[in-house]
Nanobody
């Protein structure tokens, strides 16, 4: 069993930056991929980014490529999502999620593949 807690959301102006943090407790993370998902009102949950178990592979949604950066620290059992050049379209509840995955790559096309989710943190981009 893994427990996931996100933090770092808030209100930011367009063009601004935020860093979301994720703390994971429970088992060692050496065989788990970490994903970031978001859900805006009235929309389905969508994948934003993921990072493979040892941090070798990453993946990003086209809408955030070049603006967001995912990272992790297995020793500290944490992950981060650095978000730059934020746009109003980035407004959503952001979730950190974990799935058992020992490969050097990861995917974010199916949120249901991630078994453990945090409670989410709200990101609002508005002037």
């Amino acid at each position: 069993q893994l427990y996931v807690v996100e933090s770092g959301g808030g209100l930011v102006q367009p063009g601004g930056s935020l860093t979301l943090s994720c703390v994971i407790s429970g088992e060692r993370l050496d065989y788990y991929a970490i994903g970031w998902f978001r859900q805006a009102p009235g929309k389905e949950r969508e994948g934003v980014s993921c990072i493979s178990n040892l941090g070798v592979g990453t993946s990003y949604a086209d809408s955030v490529k070049g603006r967001f950066t995912v990272s992790r620290d297995n020793a500290k059992k944490t992950a981060s999502l650095r978000m730059n050049s934020l746009e109003p379209e980035d407004t959503a509840v952001y979730y950190c999620a974990v799935k058992y995955w020992g490969e050097n790559w990861c995917m974010i096309n199916d949120p249901s593949e991630y078994a453990f989710y945090g409670q989410g943190t709200q990101v609002t981009v508005s002037s």
